[in-house]
């Protein structure tokens, strides 16, 4: 079993930054690979990044490219989301997910084993 705390989250103005972090627990195999998604409000669950934890290899959605930064330090076993330039249209929930194996599944959520309780990022205008 695998347990994922997120925290990290807030309200922030826009063009403001914030960093999420996971703190992962349990039986991690250095083959997994670490998501994070968001849910917004009468919307749907979508892809933000992931990263690989052994080879760190990293995959982003294209509406965060350049603004998001996804991270991990092994020792500690935590993942990062550094956010910066944020926009209101990034104000929703935020997942960490963790996943067996690294390939073109990252972004897809359902092949995500274990998840986080969320944590919420609210950012004004």
């Known amino acids: 079993q695998v347990q994922l705390v997120e925290s990290g989250g807030g309200l922030v103005q826009a063009g403001g930054s914030l960093r999420l972090s996971c703190a992962a627990s349990?039986?991690?195999?250095?083959?997994?690979?670490m998501g994070w998604f968001r849910q917004a409000p009468g919307k749907e669950r979508e892809f933000v990044a992931a990263i690989a934890w052994s080879h760190g290899n990293t995959y982003y959605t294209n509406s965060v490219k350049g603004r998001f930064t996804i991270s991990r330090d092994n020792a500690k076993n935590t993942v990062y989301l550094q956010m910066n330039s944020l926009k209101p249209e990034d104000t929703a929930v935020y997942y960490c997910?963790?996943?067996?194996?690294?390939?073109?599944?990252?972004?897809?959520?359902?092949?995500?084993?274990?998840w986080g309780q969320g944590t919420q990022v609210t950012v004004s205008s």
């Open positions: 349990g039986r991690i195999f250095s083959t997994y690979a």
């Open positions: 997910a963790a996943r067996s194996g690294w390939g073109p599944m990252v972004s897809t959520d359902s092949s995500y084993d274990y």
